[in-house]
């Protein structure tokens, strides 16, 4: 019952928030893409719990949220992704702004890449 409290009074303040602006906007992972380590070390659990870092207040909230790549790692040429979160019903705007990023992204084919069979 007191997490019910506890995301009553989270959803409570992001509408707050969202009464002067439309999106938040955050990086989606705390770090850039990388190898996961082996599922059996004590890093892999740590590691899982980093990545949720961003994502948890929409997981938590049920705020509409959507992640898009915004751009690619110069070093590893791996996808680089934001999440934008809009407020409840207004999904469209969060979907806007991420086709507004993804209109400014330079897209890559992989070194390895297929053909889509048709």
């Known amino acids: ?14 509408r707050g928030i969202f009464k002067h602006c439309d999106c938040i ?10 190898e996961m380590p082996n599922s059996k070390s004590n890093d892999c659990m740590e590691h899982q719990l980093a990545l949720s870092r961003f994502t948890f207040l929409s997981n938590f909230t049920g705020f509409p949220t959507v ?5 690619f790692d110069p070093n590893t040429n791996l996808p680089i ?3 934008i979160m809009s407020r409840p019903w207004h999904e469209g705007t969060a979907l ?20 889509q069979l048709s």
Do not use: D, W
């Open 96 to 115: 806007r702004v991420a086709r507004v990023i993804e209109s400014f992204v330079n897209y890559k084919s992989p070194e390895i890449s297929f053909q």
């Open 25 to 34: 906007m955050t990086p989606t992972l705390p770090f850039l893409a990388s």
């Open 67 to 71: 992640s898009t790549c915004c751009g």
């Open 81 to 83: 992704s934001c999440m």
């Open 1 to 14: 019952q007191n997490i019910h409290k506890i995301r009553a009074k989270t959803i409570k303040t992001l």
